[in-house]
C-alpha cells in the first residue's frame, strides 16, 4: 500500500527568527511521522519589510524603531532567544550589523529549487545561517553567492541573475498571493493548500495537523464510497 502524501508550503521570511525556529520545529515534525506518509516541503517568499534597502539599515536602531526603544526590542528578543535555546539555534544576534532588503534572498531560495526540494531546503538553512549565527549581510552579493555555490548553482549564473531583474516580479507577485491569501505573519505552513498552521507551532502541533489532513482525507474517501 502506498504511503499517504502531503505538501507543506512554508511562507517565510529569511530575516525572521520565528521562520528559523519554525524550521527546526518543522524537522522535528517530519521525523515524527516519516513512517506514516511522504511530505514534500517547498519554500515560499515572504517580507517582513519590503522598504528596507538592499544596503541594509543599522539593525540596532531598526529594532529600537521597531519596537519603541532599547528595552522594547530586548523584551521581544529575550521569547526569541530562550525559543532558540529549545531549539539549539544558536543566535548571535549582536553580530548583525544590518538588517536589509531579503528580495534577492528569496530569488535565491527560488533558483535553489531548480536543483532540487533538497536544494531548496539547503539554502533556506543557510541563508538561516549566515544572517542569524554569523551576522552576515542578507543584502550583501558575496554572501549569497557563497551559499550558492554550496548549494551547486554556478557561480556566474547567479552574479549575472542578481545583477539584473531575473524573478524579481514573479517573487513579488509570490508575496502579494501569501497576503491576500490572508498571510498576516510568518512562517505560516499551508498543508496541502487548504489548512494553514500559523506560527512557530510546536514540532507535535504541526504533526497532528498532518494527521488531521490525512484522515479527513480517509474520511471523504470513505464517504464517498458509500455515497
Given at each position: ?17 520565528w521562520c528559523y ?86 530569488r535565491l531560495i ?118
Amino acid at each position: 500500500m502506498t504511503a499517504p502524501s502531503l505538501t507543506i508550503d512554508v511562507v517565510s521570511d529569511v530575516m525572521c527568527p520565528w521562520c528559523y525556529i519554525g524550521k527546526r520545529r518543522l524537522e522535528d515534525a517530519l521525523a515524527e511521522v516519516r513512517n506514516e506518509f511522504d511530505v514534500e516541503v517547498r519554500w515560499r517568499p515572504y517580507q517582513l519589510d519590503p522598504t528596507l534597502p538592499k544596503e541594509g539599515k543599522d539593525r540596532k536602531q531598526y529594532l529600537e524603531d521597531k519596537f519603541g526603544g532599547a528595552t522594547g526590542a530586548e523584551q521581544a528578543y529575550a521569547t526569541v532567544r530562550a525559543a532558540g535555546e529549545e531549539e539549539e539555534i544558536p543566535f548571535a544576534f549582536d553580530k548583525i550589523k544590518v538588517s536589509a532588503n531579503t528580495l534577492d534572498a528569496h530569488r535565491l531560495i527560488r533558483w535553489a529549487g531548480s536543483l532540487g526540494l533538497p536544494a531548496q531546503h539547503q539554502m533556506v538553512e543557510l541563508l538561516f545561517k549566515a544572517y542569524f549565527e554569523d551576522g552576515k549581510s542578507l543584502g550583501d552579493d558575496a554572501v549569497l553567492i557563497e551559499a550558492a555555490e554550496q548549494v551547486g548553482l554556478e557561480t556566474p549564473v547567479v552574479e549575472r541573475l542578481l545583477s539584473g531583474d531575473a524573478d524579481r516580479d514573479t517573487v513579488a507577485a509570490e508575496i502579494d498571493q501569501a497576503r491576500q491569501m490572508g498571510v498576516t505573519g510568518v512562517p505560516c505552513f499551508i498543508i496541502d493548500m487548504q489548512y494553514a498552521v500559523v506560527g512557530a507551532q510546536s514540532a507535535e502541533a504541526l504533526a497532528d495537523a498532518m494527521r488531521k489532513i490525512v484522515a479527513s482525507r480517509g474520511k471523504e474517501a470513505a464517504g464517498n464510497d458509500n455515497g
